[in-house]
């Protein structure tokens, strides 16, 4: 139940960003369903693979790139099974506003949990991503020598 919320979230935008770009702006147009359909593929598989994954070892950036980059593939994958034809234009702008769209949300997920440390970057949100431990504070885990 810990992955409903970013899930959720995540559908949201990811579903706003594919309806504009497919169903709105695309001349002929993508049915809306098609475009709904997309977008939860794509959510499902940038919140498994990016955030549960990736994040972790990445950091914020990077993630967000790959999110782009996978998006990418799973857009034009995608393009194959609609009737209209989806160019390369257009997958390439609807996976780029996904890859900042991925950047912002991780930063909210940064600020809304917060650091461990001022100006250092999240290497991982298990709080709000679904995890069940925390990011182990500097120093936490050392023991110090008593003499």
Known sequence: MDHVRPLLIKFIYIAAITMIFFSHLLLPAVPMGSSLVIALVTTAVL???GDLYLLPRLGVLLTAIANFIIAIVILALGSSFVRQPIGAGAVLATAAV???AE???YRYIRDEIGTSAEGKEMLSSPEFLG???TPPEE???EQSPEE
Do not use: K, R
């Open 98 to 100: 996904i890859g900042v």
């Open 103 to 105: 950047w912002i949300f």
């Open 131 to 133: 995890g069940e431990g």
């Open 139 to 141: 120093g936490e885990g």
């Open 47 to 49: 919140y498994f693979a």
